[in-house]
């Protein structure tokens, strides 16, 4: 098994000029990993010169599974800090959105020099965002494998009952205790490696944005998450049976795809068309009396969707190119922003604006056709050859014991279809999603995927 550990070593603090004409940078100084790391955190904030007062700032859970094993370290260091545990509001459990982000602002007062993230996923980008906004540096101490947000240098948030990324800053350091990460729940482990497993399916949409819009693109960031998801899939099972070497590399690469979307700039290196269809499954649930899944599992199971969908765009490319024509659906699902209104209802806002982003008028659609066309064969040869078969990807999530269908998700197959029509509304980033629409095989043909990508 390859040693990722290895490779995240080398990028730390990290200041490189690339052939893309940007500079690539990562910011993140120490990562300590393996059993017992906890028990560094003294020696690596002495060592990046980070003195108290510091937060630590934790949920219940986390704070059980890891908080107490921080203070045990830090209060013989003589380090000075104030414990903050994070309680859901009534009737919802914790969530990364702007009122909450508010409210952990206001737990970093002007003495603070230091916040510590203790947690995963809601956490990190809860005091990650805030610790930005606040300008006082961060470390997260981690507490699950179960996604790629923890170098990073964006934040998941919610605004107006939409999930947004918000430009931050990574962590100076890293803590990944195999001692607590190895407790966790193993779904959680599962879901780190369901958003890895988006890889190969959405570098295609970076790619394929690239080509028909134009959009920034760096080979750079696929080279440092590609091998490592590769190296994921190849010891899946390992995963599954709670191996914990394979559980210390399976975070190791998820801290490389992390690196990748600094490096790039923005979440595009991992964050495709899935990544719509797992939001827009987040942003449908408190109407429709669900608690959001797990981020990772959630995007697993889009990924055989979105997987799927290009091996029907790849098995008819030349015929459907030929026969594409502007249809009126492609600027707003059903013709325009009074049917947004129906269809989205209060969420309505906020979906035009992103939307209309990407989709100003006809006038995109053409020009993307336009765009298609000229690239035609190297969107074949290019953005097709890096992809995987849902077959695959099936076979990877369930030897990892990810969820496979959207049943598992607690998610219906009507929802599914409308998620795989609907998803592409919410954001303004171009994807599959949308060629699929404007080559006229989304929506009419979302049933077709279901079935091919056996999520039902
Ligand atoms: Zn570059
Ligand atoms: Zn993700």
């Not at 803590?175 to 966790?184: E, P, S």
Request: glycine residues 10%.
């Amino acid at each position: 098994m390859e040693d990722l550990g290895a490779k995240v070593q080398s990028l730390l603090g990290t200041d490189r000029p690339c052939r893309c004409g940007r500079r690539h940078v990562i910011g993140t100084r120490v990562v300590e990993t393996g059993p017992g790391a906890i028990a560094a955190l003294p020696s690596v904030l002495n060592r990046l010169g980070l003195a108290g007062p510091a937060v630590v700032m934790s949920d219940p859970q986390t704070q059980a599974a890891a908080g107490t094993r921080v203070e045990a370290v830090l209060s013989p260091a003589g380090f000075e800090y104030a414990r903050r545990v994070l309680h859901p509001a009534r009737g919802r459990g914790l969530h990364a959105e702007e009122r909450t982000v508010a409210g952990v602002e206001k737990l970093i007062d002007s003495a603070t020099s230091l916040c510590i993230a203790v947690g995963s996923g809601t956490i990190n980008d809860l005091v990650k965002l805030a610790s930005f906004r606040r300008n006082v540096p961060y470390v997260v101490v981690a507490t699950a494998a179960s996604m790629n947000g923890y170098t990073s240098a964006i934040a998941a948030v919610e605004a107006g009952g939409i999930k947004r990324t918000v430009e931050c800053r990574e962590p100076v350091a890293v803590v990944g205790d195999t001692d607590v990460i190895l407790a966790a729940p193993h779904a959680m482990t599962a879901a780190g490696v369901g958003d890895l497993m988006s890889k190969p399916v959405c570098n295609a949409d970076w790619l394929l944005s690239h080509l028909v819009r134009e959009d920034y693109f760096c080979d750079e960031p696929l080279s440092i998450a590609g091998p490592a998801a590769e190296a994921v899939a190849n010891n899946a099972s390992a995963v599954g049976s709670g191996d914990p070497a394979a559980i210390e590399n399976l975070f190791h690469a998820l801290l490389l795809s992390g690196f990748s979307m600094k490096v790039a700039g923005s979440s595009a290196p991992a964050s495709g068309g899935e990544h719509l269809i797992s939001h827009y499954w987040d942003m449908r649930a408190p109407e429709r009396g669900r608690e959001t899944g797990l981020h990772g599992a959630q995007v697993g199971v889009a990924t055989l969707l979105t997987a799927a969908l290009y091996r029907v765009l790849k098995d008819g490319w030349h015929e459907l190119v030929a026969g594409a024509a502007c249809e009126e659906s492609v600027h707003g699902e059903h013709g325009g922003d009074a049917q947004f209104r129906d269809f989205y209802g209060p969420l309505s806002g906020e979906v035009t604006k992103e939307f209309r982003k990407k989709f100003p008028s006809e006038e995109a659609c053409r020009a993307d056709l336009a765009s298609v066309r000229r690239h035609e064969k190297e969107i074949h040869d290019r953005v097709f050859a890096g992809l995987r078969d849902p077959d695959e990807i099936r076979a990877v999530l369930s030897a990892a014991g990810a969820p496979v269908t959207v049943e598992a998700l607690g998610i219906g197959a009507a929802e599914a279809l409308e998620a795989i029509g609907h998803a592409r509304e919410i954001r303004g980033r171009y994807t599959v999603l949308d060629l699929a629409a404007e080559l006229s095989v989304l929506p009419g043909r979302a049933a077709e995927i279901l079935k091919l990508a056996k999520v039902v």
